[in-house]
């Protein structure tokens, strides 16, 4: 198992704002002991080639890889011409995910945002089509598409289409391509569609191929169901706070033992920073002594069920 660091924390200077650079961030990476960074595509600011190979040179430097890139297409807006746009955009970061991870990457994917005029058959219908659109691509680069169960992105509307389980597994079924496809799992995440998160990684494991980690806690004298929403799901609740990986509402000794059971012995990328670096470094010291626990301390980049797909697809790499 390898870990990787994604400042969630600085999302707003990063993206929004702009008033930190991912070069500042690589610096202070280096602080954590992880072995890759996971990219967002708003840290790119300009994404002219010689500003990617600028990125990539300054990852390598630092000692990093890049394994994983944070995409967030939105393939079920009611404008056709939007989602064309969406769809080039994905592909413009897959080539640049390509370009600074290599073969095995992943760039994630999203279905897109729940509008209330779109029935979630057509939105998964649009989803699906748009992800099996672009899987050429992802053959030609040596990539992995990543669908995260996710809830909202910072700059949407509405909530994921596929924030419900059904209709994430449903979407996911949709896709039978086990090569170029796969699940991105986040344990948190599946806490806010109002799921128990490791019950949810159960029933996705055997396409899971990367995983973010982060955790929740309930504000004092606040319960899960003084959270739920009509529909069941918890959503960002400002009651639902971030924190330290291991100390919060998620069950990682029943998470890895899922994960090992089924042979993920792949990417595990850090999802916090939210209350500081210091909170970024302690989850990282929890994910090596994991690593060391559930893992024998290895450092591959193993995933059963993918490499099996690879196989079975007369994939050698």
């Known amino acids: 198992m390898r870990i990787a660091a994604f400042p969630k924390g600085d999302l707003e200077q990063m993206v929004i704002r702009r008033t930190k650079s991912i070069f500042e961030w690589i610096d202070e990476a280096r602080t954590l002991g992880v072995d890759g960074l996971e990219l967002h595509t708003g840290f790119f600011w300009s994404t002219a080639e010689d500003e990617v190979r600028r990125i990539g040179d300054a990852i390598a430097a630092a000692g990093f890889q890049m394994p994983m890139m944070c995409a967030s297409p939105d393939f079920t807006h009611p404008n056709p011409d939007v989602r064309a746009r969406e769809i080039d955009g994905q592909a413009e970061?897959?080539?640049?995910?390509?370009?600074?991870?290599?073969?095995?990457?992943?760039?994630?994917?999203?279905?897109?945002?729940?509008?209330?005029?779109?029935?979630i058959e057509q939105g998964v219908r649009w989803a699906a089509e748009a992800i099996g659109g672009l899987l050429p691509l992802a053959a030609e680069l040596g990539i992995t598409l990543a669908?995260?169960?996710?809830?909202?992105?910072?700059?949407?509307?509405?909530?994921?289409?596929?924030?419900?389980?059904?209709?994430?597994?449903?979407?996911?079924?949709?896709?039978?391509?086990?090569?170029?496809?796969?699940?991105?799992?986040?344990?948190?995440?599946?806490?806010?569609?109002?799921?128990?998160?490791?019950?949810?990684?159960?029933?996705?494991?055997?396409?899971?191929?990367?995983?973010?980690?982060?955790?929740?806690?309930?504000?004092?004298?606040?319960?899960l169901d003084d959270l739920r929403q009509a529909d069941g799901?918890?959503?960002?609740?400002?009651?639902?706070?971030?924190?330290?990986?291991?100390?919060?509402?998620?069950d990682y000794d029943r998470i890895f033992t899922i994960l090992v059971d089924a042979g993920y012995d792949g990417w595990i990328s850090i999802e916090d920073g939210v209350n500081g670096i210091d909170e970024l470094r302690a989850s990282a010291d929890f994910l090596r002594e994991a690593r060391d626990r559930w893992f024998d301390g290895s450092t591959a980049v193993r995933v059963r069920s993918h490499e099996a797909a690879k196989s079975a697809a007369g994939h050698t790499g």
């Open 93 to 119: 970061f897959m080539r640049i995910t390509a370009l600074l991870g290599g073969p095995g990457a992943t760039c994630r994917v999203l279905s897109g945002q729940r509008y209330p005029e779109v029935p």
């Open 147 to 223: 669908i995260e169960n996710h809830y909202k992105a910072s700059t949407w509307t509405y909530p994921e289409l596929a924030q419900s389980p059904d209709v994430f597994r449903a979407l996911v079924d949709s896709i039978p391509d086990r090569v170029h496809f796969g699940v991105q799992y986040d344990p948190s995440n599946a806490i806010t569609a109002g799921v128990d998160s490791a019950e949810f990684l159960r029933s996705v494991i055997d396409r899971v191929v990367t995983m973010q980690a982060s955790d929740r806690f309930l504000e004092a004298g606040t319960t």
């Open 233 to 250: 799901t918890i959503g960002y609740s400002p009651a639902l706070k971030h924190g330290v990986i291991g100390r919060g509402l998620n």
